[in-house]
């Protein structure tokens, strides 16, 4: 069966960097359409980072310059990388695949303190 399993997530000081691992499985990941979503307390789920099955990317203004979205198709694995991390990226973290249907993973949490 379809599972995005996440990790990387946790507690991390303002200016401060963390990555994100999104490992897939029970689905082709290579070409496929994925994202990283992120969801405040109080506040609507948003995309963070996209990239296409051509490998083109796209990032929120509020992010863009700080993450970088990539993925790794023989080890079916797509990372974020977070740098500069400020107390408003502070979410819940998930990551979108596209295989006809859209997959979410479990979602983790990050933490930036000031």
């Known amino acids: 069966q379809v599972q995005l399993v996440e990790s990387g997530g946790g507690l991390v000081q303002a200016g401060g960097s963390l990555r994100l691992s999104c490992v897939a499985s029970g689905i082709i990941f290579s070409n496929r359409a994925m994202g990283w979503y992120r969801q405040a307390p109080g506040k609507q789920r948003e995309l963070v980072a996209a990239i296409t099955s051509g490998d083109s990317t796209d990032y929120a203004d509020s992010v863009k310059g700080r993450f970088t979205i990539s993925r790794d198709n023989n080890k079916k694995t797509m990372y974020l990388q977070m740098n500069s991390l400020k107390p408003e990226d502070t979410a819940v973290y998930y990551c979108?695949?596209?295989?006809?249907?859209?997959?979410w993973g479990q979602g983790t949490q990050v933490t930036v303190s000031s």
């Open positions: 979108k695949l596209r295989f006809g249907a859209d997959y």
